[in-house]
């Protein structure tokens, strides 16, 4: 376990040219604090967790004292927002401190969010305020502890500096752990600007820090949209499964690792709802929760278009190729949602007919206001009967309920053991907006931090009973089921 002093930097990103990236240094916050501390991300970088009792800590790590080894840049990249190019967006609120090389070898990036303005910061203020920095936390350990690819986060600075949004509020700072924070808008900066020697550079930079083992084949480039492919199939069959709508699919927000990446206004389900939008200011719902799967697909579009010219120099040819590996994705995302759906409804073996009972079953819980996480929590118990209680109209689940008993036969496990299973990929709690709300209502009205404390304890272990918690498992009370999640962060 190292000190923050001792931490090993190999700032790799910081040696490629010039263009992709500024050299800025954090802007500190007026009377900066820890408002919390993640110990089980400390762990990735080989962080002593005791460090965050350091007096030292918080200015070491918010730019008001020098973090030995880093080298603070803003990286620069594009994408498409709401369907539109915007040809220059970059890290206009976070900086990339370093990259942090552990014991295992692996490489993470110390990435601050919310560390002042930078060269792309396009008018906005650089700055992220607490409300945002305790959702983006608390959200990216959930989907940790659910089991969903995503960037983490070590901790959380407050300041007591106003920051402007909908209203004044204060000002913080969050760090997150990456593998890298190339996404697909980072290809796009450089095709759309036509500067392919670059665009080569960063290729072949991803694929010698993150892809080596894609070097060899015939076509790396290929090789490499094919991964990206499989692995955004991957993470989306995820989200859909767990019932997370990210709420800001642009191509900027899109890691090539196919991790969850940049949390502003998500949502987890409440009442299953297909359409449901968590995004208020998405007045068209593009990015609708289920819509995301074929946004996703938009999004490698355009990451596909970006690395035609590195597939293949006849641009008929490479667009052939690229389109040969898109059409991939929509097996790969079907298959691996119907086998995240089959788990949740306990059912080992694939027979005809399982995706048609679950939608029918989703289908059942639209109409009838059912809390989807409750509603399979329920399933997993040896009476799966006992689910009947959460539809409006209990009667309209009995005929499905009666296939889905016969379909249980089929498996012919005991019932405690499908139970333990279900458990096991079922989660009792997720962070319901509400959960959330509460707890940064605490921290920023009353400095109170227990509640982040709670629900991080809920959240790392979600599929666990934690007796006494259960009012944490419950779907949202009459008070905020109208929250409107601020898509201002
Ligand atoms: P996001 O919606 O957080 O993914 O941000 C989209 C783009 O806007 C990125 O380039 C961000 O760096 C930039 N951005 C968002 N908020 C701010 C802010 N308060 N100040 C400067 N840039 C911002
Ligand atoms: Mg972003």
New binding site residues.
């Given amino acids: 376990m190292k000190t923050l002093h001792e931490l090993e930097f190999d700032n790799s990103y910081a040696r490629l040219p010039a263009i992709f990236y500024s050299r800025h240094a954090p802007t500190p916050l007026a009377q900066s604090h820890l408002v919390h501390f993640n110990a089980a991300a400390a762990r990735l970088i080989d962080l002593d967790p005791e460090q965050a009792s350091h007096p030292d800590f918080v200015d070491t790590l918010t730019g008001r004292r020098p973090l030995p080894g880093s080298d603070p840049l803003a990286m620069c ?1 594009a ?1 498409h ?1 709401f369907g539109h190019y915007v040809p220059r ?6 900086l990339l401190l370093g990259e942090v090389r552990n014991g295992a070898g692996e490489k993470w990036d110390l990435h601050l969010k919310g560390s002042g ?2 060269l ?9 305020v607490l409300r945002s920095a305790i959702r983006e936390y608390l959200c990216s350990e959930a989907m940790h502890g659910l089991g969903i690819p995503t960037t983490r986060a070590l901790c959380i600075t407050g300041s007591t500096e106003d ?1 402007y949004r909908e209203q004044i509020e204060t000002g913080a700072m969050l760090l997150r752990l990456a593998p890298s924070h190339v996404r697909f808008g980072s290809f796009e900066y450089f095709y759309y600007e036509q500067r392919f020697d670059e665009l080569r550079i960063l290729a072949d930079y991803v694929l010698a820090q993150h892809f080596g083992h894609l070097r060899e084949s015939g076509n790396p480039y290929l090789a490499l949209l094919r991964e990206v492919i499989a692995s955004t199939a991957r993470l989306v069959a995820g989200w859909q499964a767990v019932g997370f709508a990210h709420g ?1 699919m ?1 191509s ?2 899109m890691s090539i690792h196919g991790i969850t990446l ?1 949390y ?1 206004p998500f949502g987890f389900l409440d009442r299953y709802q297909a359409d449901f939008v968590c995004n208020h200011s998405d007045h068209r719902s593009r990015y609708a929760f289920n819509r995301q799967p074929d946004i996703a697909l938009f999004n490698l579009s355009c990451l596909a278009q970006a690395l035609l010219p590195l597939i293949d120099s006849q641009p008929e040819a490479a667009a052939e190729l690229a389109k040969a590996e898109l059409a991939e994705f929509e097996a790969l995302f079907t298959d691996d949602y119907a086998a995240r759906m089959r788990a949740r409804l306990g059912l080992q073996q694939k027979l005809p007919g399982d995706q048609v009972l679950c939608d029918e079953l989703l289908s059942l819980m639209e109409d009838n206001g059912v809390d989807y996480s409750l509603l399979f929590r329920s399933l997993s118990e040896p009476q799966p009967s006992a689910a009947r209680a959460l539809f409006a109209d209990p009667r309209a689940c009995d005929a499905w309920m009666q296939r889905y008993q016969a379909r249980l036969q089929a498996e012919n496990v005991p019932a405690a053991e499908r139970s333990r299973r279900m458990k096991q990929v079922n989660p009792k709690y997720i962070l319901r907006n509400h959960l959330a709300e509460t707890a940064i209502r605490k921290a920023a009205d009353d400095g109170d931090y227990s509640e982040i404390d709670r629900l991080m304890t809920l959240l790392q272990q979600p599929f666990d009973e934690h007796p006494g918690m259960d009012s944490f498992a419950a779907p949202p009370p009459d008070w905020a089921r109208h929250i409107q999640v601020s898509c ?2």
Avoid: I
């Fill in positions: 990249y994408g927002q967006l970059g890290d206009g609120r976070a303005e930078t792309y910061s396009r008018g906005g203020d650089g700055r992220s920051v800001v642009n900027d927000n940049d502003g201002s962060s």
